[in-house]
């Protein structure tokens, strides 16, 4: 009932994965680059009805994409592909499984609470519009504390930071500082793999001084490297600054598989 996705199923499935939410789907986007990555788990009656994404990453488990046609909901389709995508981690060794919900999406909530998922942060997604700004002051960052920051986002996945991550961010001069009085603002600076000309930055905001100077870097930044877009997630509310607006706010829900 379910097996690896082929590349005959992208019609079939994208029928019911268009207006999965108000503002419609990112499927059809991702599509490829995760039937290329493999682990792309559908779920078959006579033709495929549901669908699960897995991303393996050290002792990690990245669970994203889960799409149940509307026709075949609460028949436990999502929980098996969820529990399917488990079980290949465990052959993997996987301690960790997690998997972004956005906060008002609650029957996914229930359906992630049901297989043991408990939330283990709160994650707000900022968009930000690319603009000349020369009103700033940041530092490159060279020694990363990773016991206060241990994860950052890669094309919308939470991979944890290790010292061959952070060195060569180091080296691409990808982490950013502000200093204010004792408390640091940082962020991670990452193109997005799916979305062209897309910049996706974790944010770590220590006071709201200095997370403004970050701000007005990345504005500034975006707008001479010709980046259209600005997708910002931080665990803290930011404030008010010109076109940056505050999207959706996701729990990050992990559950633990030793
Ligand atoms: C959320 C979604 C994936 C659930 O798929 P599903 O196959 O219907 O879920 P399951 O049958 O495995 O549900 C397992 C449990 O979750 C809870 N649950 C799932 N859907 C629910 C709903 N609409 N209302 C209340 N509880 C719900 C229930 O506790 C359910 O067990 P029960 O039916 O015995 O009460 C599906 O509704 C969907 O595709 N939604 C749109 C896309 C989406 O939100 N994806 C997740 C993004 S993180």
Redesign the pocket.
Known sequence: MIREATIGDKIPILKFCKN?FSWGDYIEQVWDFWLSEGNLFVFEKQFPV?ICHAFYFKDQIWIEG???DPEH???????KLVMHAEIVGKEKNASFSY?L?DIQ?S??L??AH?LDYEIFQTWNFFSLLPKHNLNHKIQFEKSLNLKRYSHYVKSWRWLPLDDSTLSKFYDDKKIIKSTNLENDSIAILVDSEHFTKTLIVTLFSGSENSVLQLISFLQNYAMEKKYERIQILTKEYLPTFDTLEHKISFYLMKKCLV
């Open positions: 999965t549901g889960i799409r149940i909901r609460r028949q436990k389709i999502a929980s998997m919900i999406n029957s996914s229930k359906m049901s």
